[in-house]
C-alpha cells in the first residue's frame, strides 16, 4: 500500500510538471514551499516569469523590500493579475508570519530591473518605511531566518554585498527599507540564525 502511493504520487508530480504556469501554480498549491518556515499564498502567474533557476539564472542576492502596505494588501497584490508585481516572500509584522508567492526557481517581478530579478530572491516585509513600529523583534528574527536559508541554500555570502536594499537596485527610484531598517542588526541576525 505505501509502496503504491508513492508510486501515484510520483505520477502525480511528474503530471504537474508538464501543465501550463497557471495550472501549474494551482497544482502546486498543496505542495511544500522552497523555505521550511512559510505557508503557500500564490501570486497570479500574471506577476511572474516562469524559470527553472538556478540552472537557468544563478541567485546571486537577497533583496529586502519594505511593502508600504499591510500584509494582507501586500498578498493581494501579488494575486491581482493587473498589478505586474510580485515578490518570493511577504513576512508579517506582528507575529513574523512567512508567505511564499512565488517559487524560488521562478522569477518574481520585484526589483524593477530584469538582471537583478532574474538573479535574486525578493522579500517583502509589512510595514511603512517612516513607521519603524512595523519593524519588530520577531519580523526581523523571522526575515533573517528565511534569508539565511536563502543565503546557504545558494552558497550566498551573508553580507551586505549579498543582501542589499530595493534602493540599492540599480535604476531604483524606490527608498524601501528605509533609513529606519537597522541594517547592522539584520545581517547579524541573518549570520547568528544559520
Given amino acids: 500500500m505505501q509502496r503504491r502511493r508513492i508510486i501515484q504520487g ?19 498549491q498543496a505542495a511544500d514551499t522552497d523555505h521550511p518556515g512559510a505557508q503557500w ?5 500574471s506577476n511572474y516569469t516562469v524559470s527553472s533557476r538556478p540552472s537557468e539564472y544563478p541567485v546571486e542576492r537577497v533583496i529586502i523590500h519594505v ?8 498578498v493581494g497584490i501579488f494575486q491581482n493579475p493587473a498589478k505586474a508585481v510580485s515578490a518570493h516572500y511577504v513576512v508579517r509584522s506582528g507575529d513574523g508570519f512567512v508567505a511564499q508567492c512565488v517559487r524560488e526557481r521562478d522569477i518574481a517581478w520585484h526589483a524593477g530591473n530584469w538582471d537583478f530579478n532574474t538573479r535574486s530572491i525578493g522579500i517583502e516585509h509589512e510595514g511603512w518605511i517612516d513607521q519603524p513600529s512595523y519593524f ?34 540599480p535604476g531604483s527610484d524606490h527608498t524601501d527599507p528605509g533609513a529606519n531598517w537597522d541594517w547592522v542588526r539584520y545581517i547579524r541576525l541573518v549570520n547568528l540564525l544559520g
Fill in 10 to 28: 510520483a505520477a502525480v508530480t511528474a503530471a504537474a510538471a508538464l501543465l501550463p504556469a497557471s495550472a501549474r501554480a494551482g497544482a502546486e
Fill in 41 to 45: 499564498s500564490p501570486a497570479s502567474t
Fill in 67 to 74: 511593502a508600504q502596505q499591510t500584509f494582507t494588501e501586500t
Fill in 136 to 169: 519588530t523583534p520577531t519580523m526581523y528574527e523571522r526575515s533573517a531566518r528565511l534569508t539565511a536559508d536563502i543565503c546557504d541554500r545558494y552558497g550566498l555570502t551573508k553580507d551586505r554585498a549579498h543582501i542589499i536594499g530595493h534602493h540599492e537596485v
